[in-house]
């Protein structure tokens, strides 16, 4: 701090704010008050920030002591409208005015406004700037307003201010001065608070210096930082977790660093008697609602040892393991309790019980809809070649049965595990801990003597379970995954519930990705199209409605949610455009990516890329013209000019070549025959006559022969591989 | 020498008479939250300042385990504790209770932590956290937002102690059933017997005719009490709250299916949402008393 500048800190004390809410807040709150600053032509030279559970804080160094003055030149009224007689007019009154400047300082300057040159009159003055105490002053509410909280509250008596919890504390320091501000009743201060019960006196802070803030609160119990706080968990934890260990409970270690001012890790020990629970059980009992950090038994090839690593808001006290051992020990007990009496009741006697739990209001419940999720999951084996056409399920509706069908092993899997995959949610287990449906499922099937397979796909059903998780390993996984997302996604439209910008109650677009994914990464070469055709046709009739526009809708966002992942994955846009836009089938996710890649090397040839442009060029002269004409009314007996002849063979001579390419999926292949033979003729063919033709000929037969050739230029790479007048990219 | 678990609750009421709550009684109706307690329910309305403090028994059908899982239970009581407008040390004054308690807050590792509640079927919202005591959760703490469909402000907070949870946490014991009532009764003598047969009732006996046909009754019963001229709001309520109860059983019966399910919760938030408002008129009516030169709650001293 200089002379001439001084700091800004802000901290803003409140009842305990959500641990999920903090890094955005903390974001946000730096953020308009940088903003806010340099809109005020007091930008910061430093910024920093710290948030706790009980604490947003913002630190701006640096800042000048006032605003600069502005300098304001303005015009006003024209000469003539200024003066009448020699004498100022009101006009000319009223201006001097608002400029803050006596009538005779006011100077006529000549002006050109328009193609006109007048003489108008001129002002100019000098703003003051304003001290940064006062600008801050006045600032400080809209900072705090413009906090993002994902959920807020309202406690003020006839007040509509809002924040995530109670503010109950504003520290506004400028240099040494408080700033006079106040918000939603609380006015602003110098003394801060540390930790709620080790130091709970009042900090009165001398100036707003961010170091001393820091260290007096550290004092106090409070690490101001939360990056700080996740190193010191993250410290104490890595002798028990191990790096791997580490990274995968990063999430977990978040929270755990937004729900504490002081971290402390201890390890606590539980009854190995629990051991017996599947371990994902325990894990979940101890992540899922204690955030304790499952611990692994040293050399023992990775199983769970009975213990525990927790984090505490203070320091270490031996009342305090002994309470979180009890909670845990009641959360094993009462997990073991469920796992045993789940038991009791098979899987498959629980089918019946899916009818009391709801899917979408207007389609029913779970059991309703086990026969569509049967159908679509031996669809998408037959669209995979999984399974041949005339497969069948051994069949349809709710009863099991186990006699191997005609298609074999695979449609008994999925109709086995089409039955049950759900059944998991009437279990104890599932409804203590939600996050285990369709991991309790395959233990139970397992356990039942249900075969691995059909295990294994009641797990992967649920795969992938958020953007970038893991996806379903076996055949049946995949399809079984496959048919549950797809019931979802076309009952969502069906019902009106199609994912907004906002709104995505049954989590469409999650679903829309996950069978994306699934279809590129496990390599499945078929098309959504005939999966989502299979579901809208599965729909009962008082759902489905207008079943082709509902299909219309449902393959658009697809298309849609595709064309936003090959972009994210490096496709231009306009390439990918262009793909999308052609294919035999554009809904094969496998076959648009190898035609986007194929392209995308093209492009890279010199030769190909001068075809964008001439393609583009056959779209915009066919498309004015070419109503009625159709790509096949080629005569080429009437054939006169030798442009048009000559283009005419080039694509009769590769016509078969490229289509050969197209059909083995060569499409980097197909592009250079394609462009071998036609970007030559294509250009020659739009040259200025005489050396081209002029295809808007006046004589009918002549113009439609020329168009319809024009048609088949485009035509002939958009019919399997790509449009490659969409391929231009945009000026 | 931990506290009994009588002598819990005589705490927590004396406690709380001290901060100005007036120590009010249980309900004499069956409901599933201290919430629902017109004491907590209706007094979250309107201006009027409010601070009440009562033991509520809450019956939770579903969760009745025939007495053999040691912490679920198809009655147990909660301590509730509400006041309006929420003062600015809600949560010292919370502290301050567990003190009372004989909780040193320093030693432990005392939190708050995020859970917002709902309660749907009666159209309540609020915000605010359950409250850890080395990592057990013992108690609820939340601001209404909303209550009966209705905004609310003032804004009343809310504490619900779960009274066993406390008392297991201050005795050191296990299972709920072994907590010690008074000196030699334990809470297993006074609830073993009614919690098997409360759950058998509930699970296997429950007449489910009869079930529905009472809520049909009582529906009709608090819609006729609302559209009176003069609404008779607080007889109406017990009428709302009867159908609730009876809803609760049903369920426990497995005798309502997913697509009466909503329908049943329809027509108790809309009865509950019609005595919210009749609520408010009728205090409007009276001109508010409890606002009537009272900066200090009605509470006693």
């Known amino acids: ?731 | 020498m931990a506290l009994s678990f009588q002598e819990i609750v005589l705490e927590l009421q004396r406690y709380w008479s001290r901060q100005g709550c007036l120590v009010v009684q249980p309900y004499d109706a069956p409901k599933g939250a201290g919430t629902l307690n017109p004491h907590t329910f209706l007094r979250a309305l309107g201006p009027e300042p409010w601070r009440a403090a009562y033991v509520e028994p809450s019956r939770r059908p579903t969760d009745g385990r025939y007495g053999e899982n040691p912490f679920r239970l198809q009655h147990y009581y909660q301590f509730q504790c509400v006041v309006k407008p929420a003062p600015a040390d809600a949560q010292a004054l919370y502290e301050g209770s567990l003190r009372a308690l004989g909780i040193d807050v320093v030693k432990h590792d005392l939190r708050y932590v995020e859970d917002d509640w709902e309660q749907a079927t009666f159209g309540c919202a609020g915000l605010g956290w359950e409250v850890w005591l080395d990592g057990m959760e013992v108690s609820q703490f939340t601001y209404f937002q909303q209550v009966g469909g209705l905004e609310v402000d003032p804004i009343t907070f809310e504490i619900t102690y779960g009274l066993e949870r406390l008392a297991m946490f201050i005795q050191g014991k296990a299972s709920v059933f072994e907590l010690e009532w008074a000196p030699g009764v334990t809470y297993g003598d006074v609830h073993l017997e009614t919690e098997r047969q409360g759950s058998r009732y509930h699970f296997e006996e429950a007449c489910v005719d009869t079930l529905a046909r009472r809520f049909e009754e009582d529906q009709g019963e608090a819609f006729r009490l609302l559209i009176l001229e003069h609404p008779l709001v607080y007889a109406a309520y017990d009428h709302v709250l009867a159908c609730s109860h009876a809803f609760n059983v049903l369920q426990a019966r497995g005798a309502i299916s997913v697509a009466q399910r909503q329908v049943y919760v329809n027509r108790i938030r809309n009865l509950a949402q019609r005595t919210a408002e009749a609520f408010v008129r009728h205090r409007e009516d009276l001109g508010h008393p409890l606002l009537r030169g009272a900066a200090e709650p009605a509470g006693v001293a």
């Not at chain 1, 899987?347 to 979408?360: A, H, P, T, Y």
């Not at chain 1, 399974?387 to 069949?395: G, N």
């Not at chain 1, 549950?484 to 907004?500: N, S």
């Open chain 1, 1 to 731: 701090m200089s002379e001439q500048t001084v700091d800004l800190l802000l901290e803003l004390g409140a009842e305990e704010i959500p641990a999920r809410f903090l890094a955005d807040a903390e974001a946000g709150l730096a953020r308009a008050v940088e903003e806010g600053l340099r809109a005020a032509g007091l930008a910061p030279a430093t910024l920093r920030s710290g948030a706790t559970p009980r604490r947003l804080a913002v630190w701006a160094g640096g800042l000048p002591r006032r605003q600069a003055d502005q300098a304001e030149e303005r015009t006003g009224p024209a000469e003539a409208a200024a003066y009448a007689g020699g004498a100022p007019t009101q006009a000319a009154l009223k201006f001097a005015e608002s400029m803050g400047v006596p009538v005779d300082a006011l100077e006529l300057r000549e002006v050109t406004k328009g193609k006109k040159t007048a003489r108008y009159l001129w002002a100019r003055r000098v703003v003051p700037g304003r001290p940064t105490l006062e600008v801050v002053a006045e600032l400080l509410p809209r900072w705090i307003e413009a906090i993002p909280w994902k959920k807020s509250m309202r406690w003020v008596p006839g007040s509509k201010a809002r924040f995530a919890r109670p503010l109950r504390r504003i520290v506004a320091l400028l240099g040494g001065e408080v700033v006079p501000a106040a918000w939603a009743g609380v006015t602003a201060g110098r003394a801060t608070q540390g930790h709620r019960f080790l130091a709970p006196d009042a900090l009165e802070l001398a100036d707003a210096s961010w170091e001393a803030y820091v260290a007096r609160l550290r004092a106090a119990h409070v690490v101001v930082d939360p990056a700080a706080r996740r190193a010191a968990i993250e410290d104490a934890l890595s002798p028990h977790l191990g790096p791997a260990g580490l990274e995968r409970r990063r999430a977990l270690v978040d929270e755990v660093a937004g729900l504490v001012e002081e971290p402390l890790v201890d390890v606590g020990a539980f009854d190995p008697r629990y051991l017996r629970l599947p371990r994902i059980v325990i894990e979940e009992a101890m992540t899922g609602h204690q955030r304790f950090f499952p611990l692994e038994a040293p050399g023992a090839g990775g199983a769970l040892a009975p213990r525990f690593a927790y984090v505490a808001n203070r320091p270490f006290d031996p009342v305090i393991r002994q309470g979180n051992e009890r909670v845990l020990a009641a959360r094993l007990d009462d997990a073991l309790f469920f796992f045993e009496l789940d038991q009791k009741t098979p899987l498959d006697q629980r089918i019946d019980r899916l009818d009391e739990v709801v899917f979408m209001q207007e389609l029913g419940s779970y059991k309703a809809r086990i026969a569509r999720v049967d159908g679509l999951a031996l669809e998408a084996a037959k669209a995979a070649g999984f399974a041949p056409e005339d497969a069948e399920s051994p069949r349809s509706g709710t009863r099991i049965t186990r006699s191997l069908p005609r298609g074999g092993a695979l449609p008994l899997h999925l109709h086995l595990a089409a039955q049950l995959a759900r059944t998991d949610l009437t279990t104890e287990v599932v409804q203590e801990m939600p996050a285990l449906q369709g991991e309790m499922g395959a233990i139970y099937a397992r356990l039942q003597g249900q075969p691995d397979e059909v295990a294994d796909a009641i797990r992967e059903a649920w795969l992938p379970r958020g953007e970038g998780g893991a996806l379903p390993e076996t055949r049946a996984g995949m399809c079984l995954a496959l048919a549950d997302r797809l019931d979802t996604i076309v009952c969502a439209f069906a019902t009106g519930r199609a994912p907004t910008g906002s709104k995505d109650p049954f989590m469409v677009r999650r679903s829309v990705l996950g069978v994306l994914r699934i279809l590129r990464e496990r390599g499945l070469d078929l098309g959504y199209g005939r999966l989502v055709r299979a579901a809208v046709a599965a729909l009962p009739d008082g759902v489905a409605g207008d079943r082709a526009a509902l299909e219309r809708q449902a393959l658009d966002y697809f298309r849609e949610r595709l064309a936003v992942m090959m972009v994210e994955g490096g496709g231009r846009h306009e390439l990918v455009r262009a793909v999308l836009g052609a294919g035999r089938d554009p809904t094969n996710v496998l076959d648009a990516w190898a035609r986007l890649d194929a392209l995308q090397t093209l492009g890279d040839d010199p030769g190909f890329g001068r075809l964008f442009e001439l393609v583009e060029r056959t779209r915009n002269i066919t498309q004015k013209n070419a109503q009625g004409v159709d790509a096949g009314d080629v005569d080429a007996g009437a054939l006169e000019h030798p442009a048009e002849r000559a283009l005419w063979a080039a694509l009769e001579g590769c016509r078969d070549d490229v289509r050969g390419h197209v059909a083995a999926r060569r499409y980097v292949e197909a592009g250079r025959a394609y462009a071998a033979a036609l970007a030559g003729p294509v250009h020659t063919f739009f040259e200025p006559a005489p050396a081209g033709v002029f295809v808007m000929d006046e004589d009918a037969r002549r113009r439609t022969n020329r168009l319809a050739l024009l048609l088949q230029v485009r035509a002939l790479l958009a019919e399997g591989f790509a449009d490659l007048a969409e391929a231009r990219p945009a000026k």
